[in-house]
């Protein structure tokens, strides 16, 4: 970032430059003095540390040896000794149990007086831990902390024996070791020895006689030995010649070694080092102990030992600070009085040059000299004047631009005559200046409006001076267009009129627009025909004509029949040219005043109007339009690469003046196509009165049927199944619906509402579950517990995609068997998917579901279709049973259905068997089971388990075959 080149920097830089490096260098050198002070005077006082405490270590030391040689000067213990060794062999105990040893008892008192008086004159030397006596034939004698001589450390005791003897009677310093004592507290101690030599008349050593071993205690030992401190943080250490910490502050450390790297750099009597200790640096002085070879080291952290520079440090830059604020507070002050209201007026100046001042800027009066407020008040003066000159400048150009916008101007004199014009003007119009100036601007009328408009538009100038509207006007090449023009009058101070200015735009690619957004509205985008809106409305109209003119019309709502299955089989873009091939027939077709109107999916509707008064003539009329047209749409139409024939169902609502409003009669034409579609489809017919009371009917049927499932009014009545030799081996589910205060509704009539109201999903779910549970409350019952329950499925029910899922949760959740549950299909269901039929009935068969198609041969039967599905049972319908010992037709299906159920490996079922001949024909023929009012009618679950339980008994049971329990309605 570059730093404004400012006086008030300049300054301010100029006293830093002054006042900052003298001070920095005074830091500088008084920071290295310090430093090199307090190194050289650490240095003299641990060098002197150390030798103090080598001199207290060695009070201590002598006074642990002063022990030893007054112990090891006690002649009973010498004389002891050597009449321990003298003992007989036999008698001594061996070294490697150190048995329990006593001197002869005038020695042992002996002894142990002359022991106590000198351990009461060191009564001071505080730390012993135990004084050993250890003959070399293996007697033990101790005298401290514990008096157990049985639990020893053999191993280490053999190593300090065998030090001490190396020593030819000198008192050897072990350093820090393991007490041999294994029930001593005190696990780590100083061990100093002295081996006990016999000596003959002149003093030489002959045989060593046994050791006295000194434990001390290395914490009580160096108690005092770090009392005095140079620094803060300082520690001292006691090495031994092994290198294993006799002595620290931190006393986990004791008996430790210390790292090979220090353990180098001990080599000389003494000297400094500076080490890494703990990750901290520290500097380390050490002093040699020749006595005893050990090592006094004296620790002190560098961070404790320059604490007193980093507090000159700090001080330093405290005063740095305060330097800087007297520097800089004077300097900001300056330039907040002088230095910046003068740069703000110079900004000012530079700004109004560079034209970046904003309209009404004005520079506020700051705190500052009287001058320069003064000077500030003739820069804004100035500024007032500039900005009044420069507006005016501006209302210039921007009159000029205005002028010359995208809009065109023209300019006339109070007479209308044209004085002035544009280039947007000339653009639109095609006129140059000097082709229509002096001219009327009646020049450029149309003609299109009427002379009423023009008195409008001048009448709306003299009375407001303006006037704004659609108009249209004519080009310089004859061209009429329309343009939205804003005529204003222009006054002079006397109130006169002295011009007109005219501003317009030419509006003819937004009245196309406009055009198609309408289009859009009204007209389909496939067909290009009218839509529903622009139908309702026309048929609106066609009431009201009809009304006036006395006369007839007529609705014609077109229907394709299977549309849907080409829309689904073939794709939405072959649906597509089929509805695109249709319209145009229908174009072609009707003619006006009539009129095509699509209005939605594969429907379209024809409106004829104008037709005979009489409405017998107008409907026979209709009735032959309406059959041209069936005659012509069924005609072949080429699809993509195929030809397809399509029929029509078509209903028809006649109206007469306002007979109703135009969506009553769409939906009178709606019910008369639904009833063209019952009647076989390919036809036409009339709505009449009927209809309506009919369509009626089916929603207060459809809206009952759905309380009768909230109401739980419906239930499952079960007819009996039972093979060729007349034993009941299942029964077929039948749904029954008990309306209140109507009685029994056959399902011929309700099923067929629920179908085509979607309620047949929820009424099949109810009634496979049902079955279900009937299904486990059997299998308690031995006479049932081995009957298969059939339960029929509706196509829609069998399409839904959770069809599968929904199965298999019901014989989870009733944990009804699944061998014991058919699921009786119809051939409706192989129109369509045929894929996903066969994948979801062999999911459902894999968990022992069977399969049975029902009333085959009446519709689509196809033995492909036959070969693929994994079907249990054929299901010969009653249609073909009838008559079956009478029409040798129906014989020869039946004959035919049994051959093809033989050859796939099928079961059969008739059902509709009524008579003992039926039977027999069909056993003759092969059939496995039966099913009819012969057997049974279909009964309440009450009923329906007695009769199963009449067919079980041993007696009676072909009576029961021939004679049913009751005459219920199927």
């Known amino acids: 970032m570059k730093l404004p080149n400012s006086i008030s920097v300049k300054l301010i830089g100029f006293l830093l430059a002054l006042c900052i490096p003298p001070f920095l260098l005074y830091q500088v050198l008084t920071f290295s003095i310090v430093r090199s002070t307090i190194s050289g005077m650490a240095l003299q006082h641990s060098m002197d540390l150390l030798a103090d405490r080598e001199a207290y270590l060695k009070h201590q030391l002598d006074r642990i040896e002063d022990l030893l040689r007054n112990i090891s000067t006690i002649d009973e213990i010498k004389i002891a000794l050597s009449h321990a060794a003298d003992e007989p062999v036999g008698q001594q105990s061996t070294a490697s149990r150190i048995p329990s040893f006593r001197f002869r008892t005038h020695d042992e008192l002996s002894i142990q007086s002359r022991i106590s008086a000198i351990l009461n004159s060191y009564e001071n030397l505080a730390g012993l831990v135990s004084i050993d006596l250890i003959t070399y034939s293996g007697q033990h004698h101790r005298v401290g902390d514990t008096l157990d001589t049985s639990n020893i450390d053999q191993a280490e005791l053999e190593r300090l024996m065998q030090e001490s003897r190396q020593a030819n009677g000198k008192i050897r310093w072990h350093g820090i070791r393991s007490n041999i004592s294994l029930t001593s507290d005190q696990h780590k101690v100083i061990v100093a020895s002295q081996t006990l030599w016999q000596t003959d008349a002149s003093g030489a050593l002959q045989k060593p006689l046994g050791v006295l071993l000194v434990n001390y205690d290395p914490l009580a030992l160096f108690r005092d030995l770090n009392e005095p401190r140079t620094v803060r943080g300082s520690k001292l250490m006691v090495v031994d010649d092994t290198g294993n910490v006799l002595y620290y502050p931190d006393s986990k450390l004791i008996g430790l070694a210390v790292s090979p790297d220090i353990i180098d750099l001990l080599g000389a009597p003494e000297g400094t080092f500076a080490i890494q200790l703990e990750n901290h640096p520290t500097l380390m002085n050490f002093r040699w102990l020749p006595q005893w070879n050990w090592h006094i080291v004296s620790l002190t952290p560098e961070n404790e030992l320059f604490a007193p520079l980093r507090d000159i440090t700090r001080i330093g830059s405290v005063l740095l600070v305060i330097a800087l604020l007297l520097v800089i507070w004077p300097s900001w002050l300056f330039d907040q009085r002088v230095i910046r209201p003068i740069r703000a007026l110079s900004d000012g100046f530079q700004n109004f040059r560079a034209n970046r001042l904003s309209d009404g800027w004005r520079m506020p009066q700051m705190k500052s000299l009287r001058e320069i407020n003064q000077l500030i008040g003739w820069f804004n003066i100035f500024l007032e004047k500039t900005e009044t000159q420069r507006q005016a400048e501006v209302d210039l150009r921007v009159a000029a631009t205005a002028f010359e916008s995208q809009e065109g101007v023209i300019i006339t004199d109070a007479e209308t005559n044209v004085t002035r014009v544009n280039r947007a003007f000339s653009a639109i119009t095609g006129y140059e200046l000097h082709e229509i100036q002096g001219k009327p601007v009646r020049t450029l009328k149309s003609g299109r409006q009427n002379k009423s408009f023009y008195q409008d538009l001048w009448c709306s100038i003299v009375k407001t001076d ?271 619906w008990h309306r209140p205060n109507k009685g029994l509704v056959s399902p011929a009539i309700f099923i067929p509402v629920a179908e085509q109201s979607n309620l047949i999903v929820e009424l099949g779910n109810w009634a496979l579950e049902t079955a279900c549970q009937r299904l486990v409350a059997w299998s308690e019952d031995p006479v049932l517990s081995d009957l298969t329950l059939a339960v029929n499925i509706s196509a829609r029910q069998f399409r839904e995609p959770e069809f599968t899922t929904q199965v298999l949760g019901i014989l989870a959740s009733t944990q009804a068997p699944p061998h014991r549950l058919k699921l009786e299909l119809t051939e409706s269901l192989l129109i369509g998917d045929t894929q996903d039929t066969i994948h979801k009935m062999h999911v459902l068969k894999d968990h022992g579901i069977a399969f049975s198609l029902d009333d085959f041969g009446t519709g689509y039967s196809s033995l492909s279709y036959l070969r693929q599905l994994p079907l249990n049972q054929l299901k010969i319908d009653r249609s073909f049973v009838n008559q079956a010992g009478q029409n040798s037709a129906d014989a020869a299906i039946i004959e035919t259905i049994l051959a093809l159920a033989r050859t796939f490996g099928l079961e059969t079922i008739a059902e509709g068997v009524e008579n003992e001949e039926q039977r027999a024909f069909l056993a003759e023929l092969g059939c496995d089971a039966y099913q009819g009012y012969l057997f049974g009618r279909p009964l309440p679950e009450a009923a329906f388990v007695q009769l199963v339980h009449q067919y079980a008994a041993p007696t009676g049971c072909h009576a029961t075959v021939l004679e049913p329990i009751n005459s219920d309605q199927p």
Not at 482 to 493: E, S, Y
Not at 586 to 594: A, D, G, Y
Not at 656 to 661: I, L, N, P, T, Y
């Open 466 to 736: 303006k006037w704004n509207g659609e108009i249209w006007n004519r080009r310089k090449n004859g061209e009429l267009y329309p343009a939205w023009l804003a005529i204003t009058a222009v006054r002079d101070p006397q109130g006169q009129i002295t011009h007109y200015v005219g501003a317009f735009v030419d509006i003819t690619q937004r009245k196309q627009a406009e055009e198609r957004i309408e289009r859009l509205a009204y007209y389909d985008t496939l067909t290009q025909l009218p839509n529903r809106h622009l139908l309702l409305d026309s048929v609106q109209k066609a009431c009201a004509r009809s009304s006036q003119q006395d006369n007839c019309g007529a609705i014609l709502l077109i229907d394709l029949d299977n549309f849907k299955f080409l829309n689904e089989s073939q794709g939405h873009k072959l649906g597509d040219q089929l509805l695109q091939e249709i319209s145009l027939r229908l174009r072609n077709q009707v003619h006006e005043p009539n009129a095509v109107f699509r209005w939605g999916g594969d429907e379209f509707v024809v409106l004829l109007t104008q037709l005979d008064p009489k409405l017998a003539t107008a409907q026979a009329d209709a009735r032959a339009i309406g059959e041209n047209l069936l005659a012509r749409l069924q005609g072949p139409y080429r699809v993509g690469d195929d030809i397809y024939r399509c029929t029509s169902s078509i209903g028809v609502a006649l109206f007469h003046g306002q007979d109703g409003d135009a969506a009553e009669l769409l939906k009178h034409a709606e019910l008369a196509m639904y009833a063209a579609k019952a009647s076989g489809r390919n036809t036409l017919r009339f709505f009449d009165p009927t209809m309506q009371k009919t369509a009626a009917d089916y929603a207060s049927l459809a809206s009952c049927l759905h309380q009768a499932v909230e109401e739980q009014q419906l239930e499952l009545h079960y007819q009996i199944q039972v093979d060729a030799t007349g034993r009941a081996v299942g029964a077929e589910a039948l749904l029954r």
